[in-house]
């Protein structure tokens, strides 16, 4: 019904900046909030970063700063800069939305694929 595709993972060094994007498609009547989670080997998965339809943001202590997440709601796209990246921010990625697919349906969460990023020392 609905799909995330992300894109913008790799591999770079400690200090750099990567962008992550995140495009949401198919059957859609309004998203809500969009986010970003993470998950490290061995670790669970945790939020990112959050920004809901009217643009509040909602950050991680130990990205605030460093990361910022904004949407396109036309588009239905949502993005995550990372700048000053860490090693601790080696993770899969993982966009993930809050969509009503029809105005009488309840709202469901939608992930996406997940995309890697790793920052070496």
């Known amino acids: 019904q609905v ?3 992300e894109s913008g993972g790799g591999l770079v060094q400690a200090g750099a900046s990567l962008r992550l994007s995140c ?3 198919g059957s ?7 986010s970003w989670y993470r998950q490290a080997p061995g670790m669970q998965r945790e939020l990112v970063a959050a920004v809901t ?8 202590d130990s990205v605030k700063g460093r990361f910022t997440i904004s949407r396109d709601n ?6 995550l800069q990372m ?6 921010d ?5 966009c993930n939305a809050n969509v009503r697919t029809r ?9 996406g694929q997940g995309t890697q990023v790793t920052v070496s020392s």
């Open 74 to 79: 036309a588009n239905h796209t949502v993005t």
């Open 23 to 25: 495009a949401a498609s």
């Open 83 to 88: 700048n000053s990246l860490k090693p601790g």
């Open 53 to 60: 339809s009217d643009g509040n943001t909602n950050y991680a």
């Open 103 to 111: 105005s009488w349906n309840p709202i469901r969460d939608f992930w």
């Open 28 to 34: 859609i009547f309004r998203i809500n909030a969009m």
């Open 90 to 94: 080696t993770a899969v990625y993982y």
């Open 3 to 5: 799909q995330l595709v």
